[in-house]
């Protein structure tokens, strides 16, 4: 890092080192000043200067020294993770997820509501007032204490964070997530699509962290694809990249009928899992919304679809093969992206993941049959917390741009004022 900028500006230039100072320390915590000045480029007494400063604001902290050591032991800093707080926020149709996180993304507490997806607009979005509150309680965090919040929701989502469109959700379509959750938490509210959140948490910290193009496939009783490319979480021009469900050639509408199709009518269901696998036999919906039908035996459709899978995982030929049909719908949308983007690796994600010893071989014949490269096929180790997850880090992504871009840094109550400041004219603007 350059220290000297002849007829620049020393502030402009402090902000640069501080910020430097910063990054490596989020990265590597308990570093020595000696080991901060070789990661930055910064001579010692630039690194020393910089650091009391930062210690002073409070942006860092001194790491105590281990018990036992002999000597005097050279002064070791850690970023204050703890000086700010921030919500994600799955809003699923079986359930809604809150978790309150660190500014390192160490989650603190999480709380989970569960809901029904023929769940109207007022009722979902009363048991994500619920979440949030609880989640904001069991980690002891005032709503004014959240620096940003992400929200990931089924549907096209707008830069504003309303939901253009919906098929999932009954009155969802239209629903200004953004606005409902800025009177439930400080800060910016950030809102995105739920398949390409959970794209944003494998490339964050999952299956897909050192890879730079990724087509992650959330598979689950809706099947949903968000894209990773050159290491960036891809967009598209109005945000509805990835989409590939709404043609219907794409196989991803048909690919849960088949699991609702057992088990046969001929078939008698009987208890256990059987029970449960009937009742999937009872939902309905497009694009992907299994389970808006009758809950057979007091079971959610979640657990009705899963029993398709322990069936077949038991031995049940019949099962077995509704699996195999239901893979091999979802591979002809996983085809068409991976022909289209050629990435790296192709990521189970989802509620389904967890049956990824009965999907991933046969979803990686398949594309062998249609791909002229076959790509690594990994497995989500998130289960159905990826996408609140990915909603954490979009908001962690907003605190990091807004540290970038602000002239002075202050401490972390005047950056969370500034925050704040920000947010309150955005509200007014809107």
Not at 187 to 202: I, P, Q, R, T
Not at 212 to 228: M, N, P, S, W, Y
Request: proline fraction near 4%; charged fraction near 25%; charge should be neutral.
């Amino acid at each position: 890092m350059t220290e000297i900028a002849p007829g620049g500006d020393l502030s402009q230039l402090r902000r640069l080192n501080s910020l430097a100072l910063i990054s490596v320390l989020r990265e590597e915590p308990g570093l020595t000043l000696t080991e901060i000045s070789r990661r930055t480029g910064l001579s010692r007494a630039s690194t020393e200067d910089v650091a009391r400063g930062l210690l002073e604001r409070g942006w860092l902290a001194e790491v105590p020294a281990a018990a036992g050591a002999v000597g005097r032991p050279a002064r070791r800093y850690r970023f204050r993770a703890d000086a700010g707080r921030v919500l994600g926020v799955d809003i699923g149709g079986h359930k809604i997820l809150a978790l309150v996180a660190d500014l390192d993304g160490t989650v603190l507490h999480s709380a989970r509501v569960a809901v029904a997806p023929a769940m109207g607009r007022k009722d979902r979005l009363a048991a994500l007032d619920r979440a949030v509150a609880d989640a904001l309680a069991g980690a002891g965090v005032a709503a004014g204490d959240i620096w940003a919040a992400g929200a990931a929701t089924t549907g096209l989502v707008d830069g504003a964070g309303r939901v253009m469109l919906s098929e999932a959700l009954p009155e969802w379509t239209g629903v200004d997530v953004a606005a409902h959750l800025r009177r439930r938490a400080g800060g910016a509210v950030l809102v995105e699509n739920d398949s390409k959140l959970a794209a944003l948490a494998e490339s964050w910290r999952g299956a897909a962290r050192y890879a730079k193009d990724v087509v992650l496939i959330l598979a689950g009783l809706r099947t949903g694809a968000g894209l990773i490319i050159d290491g960036k979480l891809h967009r598209g021009f109005g945000n509805a990249a990835g989409e590939i469900g709404a043609l219907p050639a794409s196989g991803w509408i048909r690919a849960q009928e088949h699991l609702k199709s057992w088990p046969p009518p001929e078939r008698s269901p009987g208890a256990g899992a059987t029970d449960a696998a009937a009742a999937a036999s009872a939902g309905g919906g497009v694009g992907g919304a299994l389970g808006s039908g009758p809950d057979l035996g007091g079971r959610d459709q979640d657990d009705a679809a899963e029993a398709v899978f322990e069936a077949a995982r038991a031995g049940d030929r019949k099962a077995a093969a509704v699996v195999r049909r239901y893979v091999r719908d979802v591979a002809v949308g996983a085809a068409a992206l991976v022909l289209t983007l050629d990435p790296e690796l192709v990521v189970i994600g989802g509620g389904f993941s967890r049956s990824a010893d009965l999907i991933v071989e046969p979803l990686r014949r398949e594309l062998d049959r249609w791909c002229i490269r076959t790509p690594e096929v990994r497995v989500s180790e998130f289960g159905d917390e990826g996408v609140a997850l990915g909603a954490l880090r979009l908001a962690l992504d907003h605190v990091d741009r807004e540290l970038r871009e602000r002239v002075d840094l202050g401490g972390p109550e005047y950056f969370a004022r500034e925050l704040s400041a920000a947010h309150r004219v955005l509200s007014a603007g809107r």
